[in-house]
């Protein structure tokens, strides 16, 4: 190798000190020179790198790949990364083969081509990606388990209420776990956290209720004070439902985020609709508060999907009652545009602060009036992504203090 090709000492001292591994070659292939990282990167001694040709430190099964894709960077030398979409593997000077990150870059000394390639290890970051999947693949695992488990219980609840709790304290506890060496990790796994921490926060109420509710139903039933007794299985019920929302949100932001969420339409007689959503909603109304139909439209019918449309106008409702006090009016005005129908949902609520407005519809917000009501902050983030679906949007209207009014716009056809 001819020395005048050779770095000039006014760089050798930068090159000396980088603290990722640098070799360079000429168009032959051949080691010109390393610097002392990529020396202990390969187990080689000083110097001993030099002459030697770059595929010695490849696997031999990539030997000879890599001299063609080394005579075609030749051809057209510019500065890239190296193996966009493949993982790139080195060979120690014992054998050992490990995971490489590589950088190109390329020089001229005296009219001949030297390719410099910046090397870094990455068998740690290999690990822990492997860490973060296989965490991945456990909280999977958990939140299926949950749902199955939820539906059992649901159903033989006396039986089965600690049990529920103990398995919701283990899977926040799992959660917790992933999150300590996760969360420097991915910006996903931060999100996944926050999930959890709502969810199990929302559990917690409601079992409670249920657990010291089902305790004074027996004394109160042993005392023969029956309508004591029927307030505390109303509360049971409430819990239920509760239970049964948030799961329901918390499963359609999942199959939202998996795209296996898709719209089917089918003809929708408006009027039969509304009526069996009102009846769906009913039983959560707060006391004295009356929902109303106002308002009329050409069409009888709609072609949409009837699954996510109820979903949309029970999520809109049911948040119409949460939000408002005892005793006040909801509506639900239709109305016709052109092509599109409206449907709007007013109500005279607690109302939303003019500076929190803008991130109603992001994951997990809380507007900060918001105070004990019961909520994970998903509802309206599910309610647009529902409405792009049908074609939709939905916009909003609110004062703080008087109430809101949400409006849903989606194509008759």
Do not use: W
């Amino acid at each position: 190798m001819d020395s005048s090709l050779l770095p000039s000492e006014a760089y050798r001292e930068i090159f000396q000190s980088m603290s990722e591994g640098i070799i360079m070659v000429d168009e032959k292939g051949e080691i010109a020179i390393a610097n002392p990282v990529a020396e202990q990167l390969f187990g080689y001694n000083h110097n001993e790198l030099n002459g030697k040709f770059l595929e010695n430190l490849l696997p031999d099964r990539f030997r000879k790949g890599h001299m063609n894709f080394r005579m075609a960077f030749n051809t057209d030398p510019h500065p890239r990364k190296m193996g966009l979409g493949r993982d790139l593997v080195a060979l120690k000077k014992n054998g050992t083969e490990f995971p490489v990150e590589i950088s190109l870059s390329y020089t001229r000394m005296n009219g001949n081509l030297l390719v410099m390639a910046f090397i870094s290890d990455i068998s740690q970051r290999k690990k822990t990606e492997d860490a973060l999947k296989q965490s991945e693949e456990q909280l999977i695992v958990y939140a299926t388990e949950l749902e199955k488990k939820v539906e059992l219980r649901t159903e033989a609840l006396n039986a089965s209420v600690n049990k529920l709790e103990r398995e919701v304290q283990e899977r926040k506890k799992a959660e917790e776990e992933a999150k300590k060496s996760l969360e420097k990790e991915r910006e996903l796994n931060e999100l996944k956290t926050k999930f959890v921490s709502i969810a199990s926060h929302e559990f917690r109420t409601p079992l409670s209720t249920i657990l010291s509710s089902t305790s004074l139903i027996k004394q109160y039933s042993d005392k023969g004070e029956m309508e004591k007794a029927g307030k505390h299985i109303q509360r049971i019920k409430s819990s239920v439902n509760h239970l049964t929302m948030i799961l329901n949100d918390l499963l359609s932001v999942g199959k939202l985020e998996e795209g296996n969420v898709k719209a089917q339409p089918e003809s929708i007689h408006i009027k039969e609709f509304f009526n069996e959503v009102f009846e769906e909603v009913q039983p959560l109304l707060k006391e004295g508060q009356v929902l109303e139909l106002q308002g009329n439209t050409n069409s009888k019918s709609i072609e949409s999907d009837p699954r996510i449309l109820r979903n949309i106008m029970f999520n809109l409702i049911s948040n119409a009652s949460k939000y408002s006090h005892v005793g006040k009016k909801i509506s639900l005005i239709c109305s016709q545009k052109d092509s599109h129908i409206r449907f709007t949902v007013k109500d005279e609520g607690i109302g939303i602060l003019k500076e929190e407005q803008k991130h109603l519809f992001d994951r997990f917000f809380r507007a900060s009036n918001a105070g004990n009501i019961q909520g994970t902050g998903l509802g309206l983030n599910i309610v647009k992504r529902y409405a792009e679906l049908l074609k939709g949007t939905v916009t909003f209207e609110s004062e703080y203090g008087v109430g809101s009014s949400f409006t849903l716009d989606i194509p008759i056809k």
